[in-house]
């Protein structure tokens, strides 16, 4: 349905490139993580490897307590970068719902892929209650 590796695989490597070069600083790599100087350079690449692993955990790690950072944060971002996450999400999901006729009309790319009828399912639950939480004063 949604590769969201392959999504995040260029703002990860912004991210990690951003905080090891900026215009305050241009750490190299060896003393984030010393050996590990090729596997930093071809992540900031956005090079996935043939085993698929973009990052590996011991390498999050380093960065997380090299700049103190969560792993989470620096796998998804915070502030506006989770939110365009979130409404990338959002919104690839809400097109695989809509009337081909409608993404027609609105200009919407048809989805790669269809999610199963469980995921559907689920997201119409999930639209159908957001209205009813906000009519019942549930959500600001």
Known sequence: MIDLQKHLT???ASRLRDLRKNEHS????DLIANGQKAAILRIEKGEVPR???FISDTLLDTYSNYFSLSKVSLIFGEGIDLEKLVTFLFSELSSSLMPSDLRERLRIK???ST???KVKDSL????YTIPLR???GGMT
């Open 10 to 12: 260029h703002t990860i």
């Open 26 to 29: 241009n750490l190299p790599p």
């Open 51 to 53: 085993s698929g692993n």
């Open 110 to 112: 048809p989805p790669k």
């Open 115 to 117: 999610p199963s009828q």
């Open 124 to 127: 119409l639950t999930l639209y």
């Open 134 to 136: 906000i009519l019942e």
